[in-house]
């Protein structure tokens, strides 16, 4: 960081470069804020001075879906550390601090440490992914989020052979996250895991944006994992540790409920859930009167990972 | 109603139209958030299910104000449980599902909390068939009996409402509390009666009595 070197200004007066490069947006939220004082929580992820353009797009990116419409994936998220209902997060979630986003990364690696999410951004390259996101509650959407494989990641900090699991743990914030305060439902921090052949997997990616922009609060921010392949519950949001290990972790939903979210949760229209079908799903955006779509093996990302399953019986390892 | 139209019948109709209404004005007025089709099914079932609660209601509110002629009302907030039912499954076959019936077959076939919506619906569907007075009256003693089917459906209904929940479980816990003092009311009733009829009748009488009916 540039600013350590800086020492005739005092620290307290240097602006965080997270605020410098938001310096639009923020004032627009500002201005916004005194105009509309309803609209301040909202203000901050709506901009049409979005961060990045024209990023690349990755290759895997799905061009043929129509995305959905940014204020639907903005307005329904199930972030159960602010809201058991899906469209009360795009409000709760402003509260949460996300400034000086620092990610500890450890275990089976050669250089664990603490690091600064903006000097990961500048290592590594950013493109857009045009994915298709299927919910276990069997809702679909269809997002360009930004982000860089999370592949890239892990070669930056040196796996060990000894890795072959990657532990994902949510951020800890009990005074802004009402849920993680009461202890309710779940074991908190929210933790997911993947195999570490799924976790370099070039579909798998750590997002930091969507539709051009910084993420919205209640979509993950500041860092979230999308596995597209997978339930949605496994694309873990504001991930602040990830661990290389060498067994299997407990994972969040699998633990309150073994029998309804295995640790694989890929999505699979034949195995339903104990209580409810995943033969069909309902995508955001489509109108009244359409029917539901049929829900695809893998999502629809059979070509590029069912070779990693291979003859694993997905009936019980669900 | 006998005979004619009070306020009171005018007015309960109003009210009970109200939650339809106020969902179509929703619709058209785009107002059910990111999942519209989802919402339009959630908001029909709530509401079948609220006024199967208040048709469950009427009788221990009798029996508590021991204020007579509510039993119509029972009736009309009975056949509101049935429409508001019946727009639930009809938002579930040709709204979500679009009648695809590929679609819908696979849904309930796999999905076990729809089965208890099933049964809960075909109780309701019964009783609702079964409501008119003449009906009521070529049924005879056991149209009571029948008509005691609603606690099938309650139950039935309140597993379906609990089994499509990932785990969130406030809400049906609230109708579960309310549906336990109610029907725990009628149990306390149930066994005073018996206590009741022990003291008063010798027991060689009771079957005569049945037999002279």
């Not at chain 2, 796999?110 to 099933?118: H, I, L, N, Q």
């Not at chain 2, 029948?146 to 785990?167: D, E, S, T």
Request: net charge positive.
């Amino acid at each position: 960081m540039i600013i350590k070197t800086e020492k005739t200004i005092p620290t307290s007066e240097i602006t965080d470069q997270w605020v410098f490069q938001r310096r639009r947006t923020i004032i627009k939220a500002m201005m916004a804020g005194m105009l509309l004082p309803s609209a301040v929580s909202l203000a901050s992820a709506g901009s049409d001075d979005p961060r990045w353009r024209d990023l690349q797009r990755s290759p895997y990116s799905d061009d043929t879906a129509s995305l959905t419409p940014k204020r639907l994936v903005e307005n329904y998220t199930n972030y159960y550390e602010f809201s058991f209902n899906k469209e009360d997060s795009s409000d709760l979630a402003q509260h949460l601090r996300i400034d000086r986003w620092n990610i500890a990364i450890g275990g089976e690696v050669e250089k664990p440490g603490q690091y600064f999410l903006e000097d990961i951004i500048a290592k590594l390259t950013l493109k857009e992914y045009v994915y298709r996101f299927r919910c276990v509650e069997a809702w679909s959407m269809v997002v360009p989020w930004v982000g860089f494989p999370l592949a890239d990641l892990i070669k930056l900090v040196n796996p060990l052979s000894t890795a072959k699991f990657v532990k994902f743990t949510t951020l800890m914030q009990p005074d802004t996250m009402p849920k993680q305060r009461i202890k309710a439902m779940l074991d908190w921090p929210y933790v997911e895991a993947l195999r570490i052949d799924e976790a370099v997997h070039p579909l798998t990616i750590m997002a930091v944006g969507m539709y051009g922009d910084i993420l919205p609060k209640q979509n993950g921010a500041p860092l979230r994992l999308v596995v597209p392949w997978k339930y949605g519950f496994k694309s873990i949001k504001a991930v602040v540790k990830i661990e290389l290990t060498k067994t299997a972790p407990m994972t969040t939903w699998h633990a309150f409920a073994p029998n309804e979210y295995g640790f694989y949760a890929n999505v699979n229209p034949d195995v339903p859930h104990p209580r409810w079908s995943q033969s069909s799903e309902r995508r955001l955006g489509s109108g009244y009167f359409m029917p539901r779509r049929r829900t695809e093996l893998f999502n629809g990302y059979g070509e590029q990972v069912a070779a990693m399953y291979g003859d694993l019986d997905l009936r019980h390892f669900f | 109603m006998p005979g004619r139209i009070s306020h009171a019948w005018m007015l309960s109709t109003v009210a009970c139209l109200l939650p339809l209404f106020v969902l179509i004005f929703n619709v058209l007025n785009d107002q059910l958030g990111a999942n519209p089709v989802q919402a339009i099914h959630v908001r029909l079932g709530d509401w079948a299910l609220r006024f199967l609660w208040i048709t469950l209601a009427i009788t221990p509110i009798q029996t508590v104000t021991k204020w007579r002629g509510m039993a119509d009302y029972r009736q009309m907030f009975g056949l509101y449980a049935f429409f508001y039912a019946s727009l639930h499954v009809l938002a579930y076959l040709f709204v979500d599902h679009a009648g695809v019936w590929s679609l819908i077959v696979v849904d309930i076939l796999e999905s076990a909390y729809v089965w208890f919506g099933v049964l809960a619906y075909m109780i309701v569907l019964l009783l609702a068939l079964t409501s008119p007075n003449a009906v009521k009256k070529r049924l005879g003693r056991s149209w009571k009996k029948l008509h005691r089917l609603i606690y099938y459906a309650a139950a039935a209904a309140i597993v379906h409402y609990f089994w499509q929940l990932k785990g969130n479980l406030f809400q049906p816990l609230f109708y579960l509390t309310i549906i336990m003092f109610l029907l725990g009311f009628r149990v306390l009733v149930w066994m005073r009666n018996r206590r009741m009829n022990r003291l008063m009748i010798p027991k060689g009488r009771v079957v005569s009595l049945e037999e002279g009916e």
